[in-house]
T-cell receptor
Framework: GENVEQHPSTLSVQEGDSAVIKCTYS??????FPWYKQELGKRPQLIID???NVGEKKDQRIAVTLNKTAKHFSLHITETQPEDSAVYFC???????????WGAGTKLIIKP | DTEVTQTPKHLVMGMTNKKSLKCEQH?????MYWYKQKAKKPPELMFV???????INESVPSRFSPECPNSSLLNLHLHALQPEDSALYLC???????????FGQGTRLTVV
């Protein structure tokens, strides 16, 4: 079946440095790719998304890039802060049933 | 109002109990979802309602019974659950055929 692979599973960076999380997807017809942030004990929150008609999207310190040919997309967080510590999930929208396929998640740890 | 409200926040129930989880939204969304999330895993889709009708059931055991009484409310009735059903149960809503879902804070369910 269709799947989304996400790496790394854990990422530890120094406060102020950048963090990059990568995902690959299998459904070549997917055209919507959201990123969710989930803090401990809280709900997943959509932080940024990208559609297949663009290659990059930025929102302040967060950016997402998409390479449709290679079927991968990445989340970039610059100038990381302690409040960026959370689990981040990528997802891809399946064209066949319009449902999200989720990556396994990346635990981001910001070291002070 | 951009909130999806779930009650209760926490629930402990025995394997012979019957209980219900409730979800409410007032964003005019006509698609509502139930997800199950185990620790350190992504949310797993259980049910989707579109226009108050069940459109997707991801082969969920019959001990979970969803109900959508109106366009703002979604319930999940629980009966004869197993300890492995202990998880965070998340409700979400969106416009129909929009992947941009808003999540509730979840109900932390423990089955003893």
């Amino acid at each position: 079946g269709e799947n989304v692979e996400q790496h790394p599973s854990t990422l530890s960076v120094q406060e102020g440095d950048s963090a990059v999380i990568k995902c690959t997807y299998s459904d070549s017809a997917s055209n919507y790719f959201p990123w969710y942030k989930q803090e401990l004990g809280k709900r997943p929150q959509l932080i940024i998304d990208i559609r297949s008609n663009v290659g990059e999207k930025k929102d302040q310190r967060i950016a997402v890039t998409l390479n449709k040919t290679a079927k991968h997309f990445s989340l970039h967080i610059t100038e990381t802060q302690p409040e960026d510590s959370a689990v981040y999930f990528c997802a891809a929208l399946m064209d066949s049933n319009y449902q999200l396929i989720w990556g396994a998640g990346t635990k981001l740890i910001i070291k002070p | 109002d951009t909130e999806v409200t779930q009650t209760p926040k926490h629930l402990v129930m025995g394997m012979t109990n019957k209980k219900s989880l409730k979800c409410e939204q007032h964003m005019g969304h006509r698609a509502m979802y139930w997800y199950k999330q185990k620790a350190k895993k992504p949310p797993e889709l259980m049910f989707v309602y579109s226009y108050e009708k069940l459109s997707i059931n991801e082969s969920v055991p019959s001990r979970f019974s969803p109900e959508c009484p109106n366009s703002s409310l979604l319930n999940l009735h629980l009966h004869a659950l197993q300890p492995e059903d202990s998880a965070l149960y998340l409700c979400a809503s969106s416009q129909v055929n929009s992947p941009e879902a808003f999540f509730g804070q979840g109900t932390r369910l423990t089955v003893v």
